[in-house]
């Protein structure tokens, strides 16, 4: 999905690292440069903010038996529907925007040249290598795993996500002392805050294995402990119409069977609420109306269903999804070994602030008063609950709370680990390091509300037209968020 969230969270953003390039209006030039957006520019409402020439092609999601329906649905629950869900103002509904070309999902490897970039496949980097050089230390390349060395003719640029590129520079040095001691490994560059601020989204969508804790648990770097689940699942009238995926009669597409996107903020009180229990110091820029708290999507069929739980696949059901997307929790990647085949310790201390928990209660009564509505009614028989876990509109907050527990798991979207502001600055150059950069979603030091598809191509593009400096022989790359066991090397 291709969004971009809320231009005041790029303001924010801008405020934190005090240049104004990284606020809204500094990065929409860059936005514009990755997209061809999927209408002509005299047919496109606020075609200013679109670009009509870029790698990433974008479409809108098809239309579905129920599209009518559920649009109704939001109106009757007073929810503002948008002509444009990537202006810069995305709070209301619309239907969701995807990176679609040639009738094939668009991954920005095929969308982008890598004709001159080399690829190493299935090798892991050791560390980053520092030299000191007229008292400054400098990155001159990498080694690998296995030993092989790698010279960087400019400098050096890790983008191994949120979980992989912490444990790189703690590997290579550059960290907390105390930690780095505890592992025998020489402090070089010393920033207590590598690895820490770790983000990440709660995502209510299918029963989670509730022998976890909801609030802190220790997971490994591939988090696979922690499949989504939670989903509101809802049960149709008249499945033999073919309003759902399972159903013989729903129509055949290439693409998944979803369309409607909500952006909800949650009410000012209710977060003044949490802010008070949370005893934050400072007002939050997160209070008002101008944040986007939470995402509701709609799914034509059961998702993100787990094996304990008994979901019909046969077009009886159709599945609302929510999301925390601005967090407040803060958690932590660190490292018990300098072998870099050893997964990093992850405690992502989710839903430690009661912020993050009104946001989700609301985001869930969102979804239920869209779907009590007469619209919505005339389709939809009632919830499809899992046993002893029944909510309603009149659930109380700790009964909200007791099915938030044990069914929710991660959205797969950390970052904050080496962000800007403590470990780099707004050019993405590690503090005290000359010729090594990040970029990737580490560098954030507060979560987007948007998803991070489209986040992880901007930086690069910004970067890269920011300095002339920024191209380099060596790029230490794995995916944008680290779920690959290994890290591939582009080598231009």
């Given at each position: ?11 924010e ?9 990284w606020?809204?209006?500094g ?19 606020n075609?200013e ?8 092609h974008?479409?809108p999601?098809?239309e579905w038996p129920?599209t009518e ?5 939001f ?5 503002h ?6 202006s810069g103002?995305?709070?209301g509904v619309?239907?969701?925007?995807w ?7 668009q991954?920005a ?8 970039v ?5 090798t ?19 080694i690998t795993?296995?030993g ?6 400019k ?15 703690m590997?290579s ?7 780095l001691h505890?592992?025998g490994v ?8 590598v690895?820490?601020?770790?983000h ?11 022998t976890?804790?909801a609030s802190?648990q ?15 699942y809802?049960?149709?009238k ?8 399972g ?11 979803a369309?409607?996107?909500f952006?909800?903020?949650v009410?000012?009180?209710e977060?003044?609420?949490a ?22 999507t709609i799914?034509y069929?059961?998702?993100g269903?787990p094996?304990?739980m008994k979901?019909?696949?046969?077009g009886?059901i ?9 967090p407040t ?5 660190n490292?018990?070994s ?10 992502p201390n989710?839903?430690?602030t009661?912020h ?7 985001a869930?009564?969102q979804?239920?008063?869209?779907m ?9 028989e009632?919830q499809?609950?899992?046993e002893?876990?029944?909510?309603g ?16 798991g ?6 904050g680990?080496?962000a800007m502001?403590?470990?780099v600055?707004s ?11 990040v ?13 991070y598809?489209?986040m992880?191509l901007?930086p ?6 920011m300095?002339r400096n920024?191209?380099?022989d060596l790029?230490h ?8 066991r ?7």
């Amino acid at each position: 999905m291709w969004t971009r969230g809320h231009e005041e969270d790029f303001n924010e953003l801008g405020r934190i690292v005090d240049d104004h390039r990284w606020t809204y209006k500094g990065i929409l030039p860059y936005f514009k440069r990755t997209e061809t957006h999927f209408a002509k520019s005299e047919e496109t409402p606020n075609a200013e903010e679109h670009g009509f020439a870029g790698p990433i092609h974008t479409v809108p999601a098809p239309e579905w038996p129920l599209t009518e329906t559920i649009r109704s649905a939001f109106a009757e629950a007073g929810v503002h529907h948008l002509a444009d869900v990537n202006s810069g103002q995305p709070l209301g509904v619309a239907r969701s925007i995807w990176t679609w070309h040639q009738a094939t999902r668009q991954a920005a490897g095929m969308a982008y040249d890598m004709s001159k970039v080399h690829i190493v496949a299935n090798t892991m980097v050791g560390k980053i290598l520092l030299e000191k050089k007229d008292q400054k230390c400098v990155a001159t390349g990498i080694i690998t795993a296995d030993g092989k060395v790698y010279q960087a003719r400019k400098e050096v640029i890790v983008s191994c996500g949120a979980f992989r590129t912490p444990q790189i520079l703690m590997m290579s040095g550059i960290g907390n002392p105390d930690q780095l001691h505890s592992i025998g490994v020489e402090t070089l560059v010393e920033i207590p805050q590598v690895g820490q601020n770790l983000h990440d989204r709660k995502y209510l969508c299918g029963p989670y294995d509730s022998t976890h804790s909801a609030s802190r648990q220790e997971v490994r770097a591939d988090l696979k402990a922690s499949d989504p689940s939670t989903i509101l699942y809802w049960k149709l009238k008249h499945p033999e119409e073919g309003l759902a995926i399972g159903s013989s009669n729903f129509p055949k597409k290439k693409v998944g069977p979803a369309e409607w996107v909500f952006t909800g903020s949650v009410p000012e009180n209710e977060l003044a609420l949490a802010r008070e229990k949370d005893k934050e110091v400072a007002p939050s820029e997160r209070i008002g109306e101008i944040r986007c708290h939470y995402e509701i999507t709609i799914a034509y069929g059961p998702v993100g269903v787990p094996p304990n739980m008994k979901v019909p696949m046969d077009g009886s059901i159709i599945s609302t999804g929510t999301v925390c997307f601005l967090p407040t929790s803060r958690g932590s990647v660190n490292i018990i070994s300098t072998d870099p085949a050893e997964d990093p310790v992850i405690d992502p201390n989710y839903l430690s602030t009661e912020h993050d928990w009104a946001v989700l209660r609301s985001a869930l009564r969102q979804a239920m008063k869209v779907m009590d509505t007469p619209a919505a009614k005339e389709q939809v028989e009632c919830q499809f609950q899992p046993e002893g876990f029944n909510i309603g509109l009149d659930s109380t907050d700790e009964e909200l709370n007791a099915r938030i527990r044990p069914f929710s798991g991660t959205w797969y979207y950390p970052g904050g680990t080496a962000a800007m502001g403590s470990v780099v600055d707004s050019e993405c150059r590690i503090y005290g390091v000359q010729g090594l950069r990040v970029v990737d979603a580490s560098i954030l030091p507060k979560p987007l509300g948007a998803h991070y598809q489209g986040m992880k191509l901007w930086p690069l593009c910004k970067m890269k037209l920011m300095s002339r400096n920024f191209s380099s022989d060596l790029r230490h790359c794995g995916t944008s968020f680290g779920y690959d066991r290994f890290g591939t090397f582009l080598n231009d």
